[in-house]
């Protein structure tokens, strides 16, 4: 007996996709390039917010990680 083929489901291109991230206010799409520099950062638990400056950005598989310098105190 042969298996039958898995369906996939078409999702489309990155760019189309819905994101929650927004950039100064505006949404972003998703695959935006983040360039370095001042951003703020918010907690979604505490709605504190923390003004951070971009150092990096590292892709680990599936998975981008971004590396914030936030100041002490």
């Known amino acids: ?5 898995k369906k996939v489901r078409k999702r489309g291109p990155v760019v ?3 994101s929650s991230v927004t950039i100064e206010g505006y949404p972003t799409k ?3 390039k983040m360039l370095n520099g ?3 950062l918010v907690n979604a638990d505490t709605k ?3 003004v951070g400056t971009l150092i990096d ?3 680990k598989g599936k998975v981008r990680i971004a590396i914030f310098s ?3 105190g």
């Open 38 to 40: 001042p951003y703020r």
């Open 48 to 50: 504190r917010v923390f």
């Open 1 to 5: 007996m042969a298996k039958a083929a």
């Open 16 to 18: 189309a996709r819905k």
């Open 57 to 59: 950005t590292i892709n």
């Open 70 to 72: 936030v100041p002490k």
């Open 30 to 32: 998703r695959g935006e």
